[in-house]
């Protein structure tokens, strides 16, 4: 099945940096690639997603870059904000499946 | 929009007693929920997946007699813990996929079960 790892388990950066979270994925029948951000004591919340049919989307201060010949896709956060402190979710999921594989999170913290 | 709503947001139980949580999608048709359960500092772990009007899918490892799923119309589904053990505690989370959409989920806010 499909197996998803994503790396840095922590990043700490400065405020007004930039922010770059990695994931791989396993299963090249994988078309479907959404980010969540998991604040303290709260469910996840889709920030940005991307379909195999793309390789860059952004929004605003956020972009998801695909790579589908070395499966992996990234999360780039640009002038990050105190409140971009939280933990993200990568995820992917398999054509025709429902099911969403989760990465093991990335604690991010925004030093002021 | 997406919202997804779950209830009770926390909720503290004795063990050995049984828990309903339910999840609602506010302004959109889900045929398909998802429940997961999440202990700290770890992933989402997927533990069903809930159709409307069929029985649930189980994923392997995950008692479908201790953790009961009924999905009964577009706008509900309910996980009930039964017999519920200290080692149950943990954060459930429910998410929807839209009927007429895409396989976006979109997740609820949680419950946080805490068993004595």
């Known amino acids: 099945g499909e197996n998803v790892e994503q790396h840095p388990s922590t990043l700490s950066v400065q405020e007004g940096d930039s922010a770059v979270i990695k994931c791989t994925y396993s299963?090249?029948?994988?078309?479907?690639f959404p980010w969540y951000k998991q604040e303290l004591g709260k469910g996840p919340q889709l920030i940005i997603d991307i379909r195999s049919n793309v390789g860059e989307k952004k929004d605003q201060r956020i972009a998801v870059t695909l790579n589908k010949t070395a499966k992996h896709f990234s999360l780039h956060i640009t002038e990050t904000q105190p409140e971009d402190s939280a933990v993200y979710f990568c995820a992917a999921s398999i054509r025709g499946a429902q099911k969403l594989v989760f990465g093991q999170g990335t604690r991010l913290t925004i030093n002021p | 929009g997406a919202v997804v709503s779950q209830h009770p947001s926390w909720v503290i139980c004795k063990s050995g007693t049984s828990v309903k949580i339910e999840c609602r999608s506010l302004?959109?048709?889900?045929?398909?929920m998802f429940w997961y359960r999440q202990f700290p500092k770890q992933s989402l772990m997927l533990m069903a997946t809930s159709n409307e009007g069929s029985k649930a899918t189980y994923e392997q490892g995950v008692e479908k007699d201790k953790f009961l799923i009924n999905h009964a119309s577009l706008t509900l589904s309910t996980l009930t813990v039964t017999s519920a053990h200290p080692e149950d505690s943990s954060f459930y989370i429910c998410s929807a996929t839209k009927t007429s959409g895409k396989n976006t989920q979109y997740f609820g806010p949680g419950t946080r079960l805490t068993v004595l």
């Open positions: 299963d090249s029948a994988s078309n479907y």
């Open positions: 302004d959109f048709q889900a045929t398909t």
